[in-house]
């Protein structure tokens, strides 16, 4: 076994044990990286020297004797919206092509003092908005389990990433499916915490009701490893909550669901998912009632009807005032102009890209007068309703399983041109997003032709605690994932689509 | 009052921004004292509105800002939340201002003014909770934008925390405009709320002023802006009173507007009107949780109000039986009034006290340009004087150049007496006798009357010290005059 495949877990516990040092494995997750960047195009920027750096320093220290962190040489990558004193955070723009952070993201700050190493920042469609990681100033993340296919988005760099071995833990955003989605893309473990548990502090916003920090990694026990160091209060962050956490890896020592009360969607219309995702849902249906679970079909009638529109109509508003600070004036791309009103639209005509300035006109409109009456107000009501949906379920459920994405990784270039079609593509996953509820991918192995399958368990706000108990039993059954080896010859090619 | 006459009934209505007196911005730990300070240089992440970075409450502004609702009558609220109000502008960093705009903090209120006929009630709709914008600077020498070829912007005051005071439309003349923001100011003061200095712009108004219709319809509403003194806000209000009126006299219509006063030119001018009607298209703040207030909470705040203007005004007429006049000028500082109470409280009669407080303190005040807070006289100094002055020890005109030496020097009652030679010319002994010889010499008549018994009222002997008295000019001691002159009489 590389070292580059161990888990947070093994390579934090190796070494603590000295069985081999955190340059050993920095090295050797950066040389996977340089193996394969080429064909995958996850990452905007590597850290090759400061990530050297900092496995010397914990090297050292434990040389000396010193207290080491729970992901103690551990490497990893963060998406590039996340802020990183010192190191260009693009968020995959041409408005902040050059521009440097003076601050660390609380969770980074977090993640560095665990002992995780930061080694590279990783690609994602422009401002998080988008489900393929296309729309990137560096061109398109390809899926590590088949060349030919997207990671999924926005997260899909640090999705790509974790797949093929270039660390054992990433974080991402998810917004309304994020980190989920490209988890199950490209065939991997991805959690979206409940909305408060993070801090947001330095994370570039794109919906502030929405974002939430989020790891992403090969096994259960990784992701909560790394929510042990995310969540915790932070007084730079109000609307994280300021609550006394549980210890997130004790919920792992759960060995069976009896007794737990284990809902599945079934409110499937026909052409609603791809079959094969369709079976995914049925076997880990199966795992649950084979570890002791009762399970009983649930639907979500309010939030697979709604939960698009009420979705991208908070998001898109929230993008709109969210993005107003890019003027040209203080920081990012500046283009002058007769007039201000010619440079701002100079400005931001040309730096964002044609999704981002699609997201900010329709979000302008929804927001104006008349229309906020009959779209903004509306959807408030209806997350509300949605938020009772949720509850009247959880009175009679521990958790619940649906998919994450209604289908499989697809080809490359194929939803560009159809943005309402991308969009129908988070119906499970956006209203989980919209009730604040925190939601796991879990890997469910991969089809005869290699590509991933997955399921999304979701439990109530702030029990992501047991939701990460119950997602360890399902894995015991279903499976840890693998690290993926990109197989060349299916990269599909064409013209004028490459990075 | 107004020196205006108008023939349609005037409505005016005013929004007040008070600068909250917080040692940081609303957001953000950066201090708020930016006045004189290198621009851009009280700035962080946050208020410069660096990307990942979000806005934090600063719990000092919410309190005081409750305060204020709680001095205004208001019901404070339980929850209140913020908005964001999206516009571009440079001077604002995050393209959108974080304001209250729902859910205010306090609702509902009124405060009580001299109005044209006696006490009136106005109204408060509201006080929210808002931050300020930086600052323009244009390189031009009127410091205007036209003709600027280029802007420069300080963001040092942006993010300062301001709570705005709107009040229904109950003003009905300029001169009552001015006694609302005199009043509310008075408030905000008394509070500790706001220094509410207008020159320096912590304490703004905005003004909305229409003339109603003949059937009593009200009228198109005008706003004024740019308002730095209370004399200004009467001056625009009245100058916009016989546009208004003039317009409409000559058949013309009112154009709903924003206008800027000019106070050197004493107009007020139409702002150049946007390209579209503003849609600042306010939406929740979702970065912020939402500002909960227990009951328990609002209690300990209205527990913790210090007393109110209105309270002492009472409280003094009450205990130091003082005219409204007197009471109304020396509570209108609160600086004042506890400098006259302290003047009581070392032993000066309450009466005399105000006078001296009211006519001489305030007098030396404006000759030396200095406030009461750092006043050379101590309270107890001006207490003795006023008892040396009660007790004809000293007379008024004496003891106005022993206060002007305290003032002034910095000494004590004693060395300014001494100074004064107050001491020294005191007419006492030998002198005083020679002065009584003479009058008693000067005035056989009456003398005589007394010498025979005839005075059994003491009418005469009255008569006589006073003559003393007023001849040694005050300097002697009455005592002593009453000893000698019965001597001198052979009584």
């Known amino acids: ?499 | 009052m107004s020196s205006v006459e108008s023939e349609r009934p005037i409505v005016i209505g005013l929004e007040v921004h008070l600068q909250l007196n917080t040692s940081t911005k609303l957001f953000c730990p950066c201090s708020t004292d930016y006045i004189g300070r290198t621009p851009n240089t009280n700035i962080c992440p946050i208020c410069l509105a660096v990307p990942g970075t979000l806005p934090i409450i600063n719990d000092r502004a919410v309190a005081l800002g409750a305060r204020m609702g709680i001095g205004l009558h208001c019901a404070i609220q339980n929850y209140s939340n913020f908005h964001r109000k999206n516009y571009f502008y440079p001077d604002l960093p995050k393209a959108y201002q974080i304001t209250q705009y729902e859910l205010p903090i306090a609702v509902r209120g009124y405060i009580d003014i001299e109005g044209e006929g006696g006490l009136k009630r106005i109204r408060v709709h509201h006080v929210h909770l808002e931050e300020d914008a930086g600052k323009l600077v244009h390189p031009t020498t009127d410091g205007r934008l036209t003709g600027a070829a280029y802007s420069l912007v300080d963001y040092n005051r942006g993010g300062v925390p301001l709570s705005e005071v709107v009040s229904e439309p109950d003003m009905s003349s300029p001169a009552e405009a001015k006694e609302y923001v005199s009043r509310l100011r008075q408030l905000a003061r008394y509070l500790d709320v706001s220094d509410g200095e207008m020159e320096s712009g912590s304490l703004r108004v905005d003004a909305n002023i229409s003339l109603s219709n003949a059937d009593g319809s009200l009228g198109t509403r005008v706003e004024i802006k740019n308002m730095n003194s209370l004399k200004s806000i009467e001056r625009a209000l009245e100058y916009e009173i016989v546009r208004q009126n003039k317009t409409l006299g000559s058949g013309g219509r009112i154009v709903q507007e924003t206008r800027l006063w000019d106070d050197s030119e004493g107009v007020t001018r139409s702002m150049r009107n946007k390209e579209t009607a503003s849609d600042y298209r306010y939406y929740p703040e979702m970065d912020l949780a939402p500002i909960v207030l227990t009951d328990e909470e609002i209690e300990r705040f209205e527990k913790n109000m210090p007393e109110l203007p209105w309270e002492k005004r009472d409280r003094f007429s009450r205990e130091f039986g003082l005219s409204k006049d007197e009471v109304t000028i020396l509570t209108e500082q609160k600086e004042l009034a506890a400098y006259y109470e302290s003047v009581v409280n070392a032993g000066a009669p309450s009466g005399r006290a105000a006078n001296w407080v009211r006519m001489e303190v305030l007098r030396v005040l404006n000759e030396t340009g200095g406030s009461i807070t750092d006043f050379g006289v101590s309270p107890a100094a001006l207490a003795g004087l006023v008892r040396k002055i009660e007790n004809k020890e000293l007379s008024s005109t004496v003891g106005k150049d022993i206060l002007d030496l305290m003032a002034r020097e910095g000494c004590s009652l004693e060395d300014a007496i001494e100074c004064s030679g107050a001491a020294a010319s005191r007419l006492t002994g030998d002198s005083l006798r020679a002065l009584i010889s003479s009058v008693v010499e000067a005035n056989a008549d009456v003398t005589g009357i007394i010498k025979s018994g005839q005075d059994k009222k003491g009418g005469k002997m009255k008569f006589l010290h006073g003559l003393v008295m007023k001849e040694s000019r005050g300097q002697a001691d009455p005592k002593e005059v009453s000893e000698v002159l019965s001597k001198e009489l052979g009584l």
């Open chain 1, 1 to 499: 076994m590389e070292l580059y495949e161990l888990t947070a877990r093994e390579i934090a516990d190796g070494v603590k044990a000295k069985k081999f040092s955190a340059e050993d494995v920095t090295r050797a997750c950066l040389g996977r990286l340089s193996s394969l960047e080429t064909d995958l195009n996850a990452c905007i920027t590597v850290m090759e020297d400061s990530a050297v750096a900092k496995a010397r320093a914990i090297d050292s220290g434990l040389a000396r004797g010193d207290e080491m962190g729970p992901l103690a040489g551990a490497p990893y990558i963060a998406k590039d919206n996340f802020c990183s004193r010192g190191v260009r955070t693009t968020c995959s723009s041409r408005i902040l092509e050059n521009w440097t952070p003076t601050y660390d993201a609380s969770a980074i700050s977090y993640m560095n003092d665990a002992g995780a190493i930061l080694m590279a920042k990783s690609n994602l469609d422009e401002f998080a908005m988008g489900s393929s990681t296309e729309n990137s100033i560096i061109g398109p993340t390809k899926n590590p389990r088949d060349l030919r296919r997207v990671p999924g988005g926005s997260s899909g760099g640090s999705a790509a990433a974790v797949a093929a071995g270039y660390c054992p833990v990433a974080l991402g955003s998810d917004t309304g499916g994020s980190v989920r989605q490209p988890a199950a893309f490209c065939g991997i473990q991805g959690m979206k915490p409940s909305y408060g548990e993070v801090s947001r502090y330095g994370i570039v916003a794109y919906a502030s009701s929405l974002d939430q920090v989020s790891p992403l990694a090969r096994s259960v026990e990784d992701l909560a490893m790394a929510l042990e160091v995310l969540a915790r209060p932070d007084p730079r962050d109000t609307t994280c909550d300021a609550y006394d956490r549980p210890k997130f890896t004790d919920a792992l020592l759960l060995q069976d669901l009896k007794g737990k009360r284990i809902g599945v969607f079934a409110g499937f219309e026909a052409e609603m998912m791809d079959a094969e995702l369709y079976g995914a849902l049925t076997s880990a249906a199966d795992h649950c009632k084979s570890a002791g679970a009762v399970v009983e079909p649930i639907d979500l009638p309010i939030a697979v009807k709604y939960g698009v529109a009420t979705y991208y109509v908070t998001a898109l508003a929230d993008a709109s005032s969210q993005l107003a600070c890019y003027d040209g004036i203080r920081y990012g791309a500046h283009i002058d102009g007769p007039t201000l009103a010619d440079m701002y639209a100079n400005t931001r005509t040309a730096s964002f890209g044609e999704e981002v300035r699609r997201r900010i006109i329709l979000g302008t409109a929804l927001l104006t007068e008349g229309y906020y009456q009959n779209y903004y107000g509306p959807a408030l009501k209806v997350r509300t309703k949605m938020s009772a949906e949720f509850d009247e379920l959880f009175s009679r459920f521990d958790a619940y399983l649906l998919p994450t994405s209604p289908s499989m990784p697809y080809m490359l270039g194929m939803k560009e041109e159809d943005p309402t079609r991308m969009y129908l593509g988070d119906v499970f996953t956006v209203p989980i997003s919209l009730g604040g509820l925190p939601g796991i991918n879990i890997s469910m192995g991969l089809t005869a032709d290699g590509l991933p399958l997955s399921v999304q368990l979701v439990g109530q706000r702030y029990d992501d605690a047991r939701l990460l108990g119950i997602a360890s039993v399902i894995e015991r059954i279903a499976g840890r994932p693998g690290v993926a080896t990109p197989d060349r010859d299916k990269t599909l090619r064409r013209g004028g689509n490459g990075a």
